[in-house]
């Protein structure tokens, strides 16, 4: 791959990145408040146990969602400037990990999340690629 396919990779899909880590932030916040809502429903243990289970899926999607948002952040300005490439190549991977682990999870949910997992898996192979090919090209 080339350098300027990588710099266009990485400001393209670093966008769709901070949009995507963007609504994972917002909905995170959303899936939290709503757990910590069901724990102090007044519904005894069963509620206490849903909210603590919701609230640990929200702590999941804002994780994600700051992996995400961070990754595209640090993509759009190594497109701009080579010599800030490492954060953007470090959460790269960070991504691809979560993005196999999500789909690995994601087998037994059916075909529509399997498809949404496989679709973050190339985004987030893509920003690494692009960003390992300017790596090698500035040492």
Do not use: H, Q, W, Y
């Not at 804002?62 to 948002?69: D, F, H, K």
């Not at 701009?80 to 196999?100: G, Q």
């Amino acid at each position: 791959m080339s350098v300027e396919a990588s710099r266009k990779i990485l400001k393209i899909f670093g966008i769709i990145e901070i949009v995507f880590g963007a609504i994972g932030l917002l909905i995170g916040l959303i899936v939290v408040a709503g757990g910590g809502a069901i724990a102090a429903s007044g519904m005894g243990d069963v509620g206490a146990v849903g909210g603590g289970i919701v609230a640990i899926l929200g702590a999941v999607l804002l994780i994600s969602g700051v992996v995400g948002l961070l990754e595209g952040i640090f993509s759009v300005r190594a497109a701009n400037d080579f010599s800030k490439i490492m954060p953007a190549f470090v959460f790269s991977i960070i991504s691809v990990v979560c993005a196999v682990i999500t789909l690995i999870m994601n087998f037994k949910n059916g075909a529509s999340s399997i498809i949404s997992s496989l679709v973050s898996l190339a985004i987030s192979v893509l920003i690494f690629v692009a960003a390992l090919t300017i790596k090698k090209n500035n040492e």
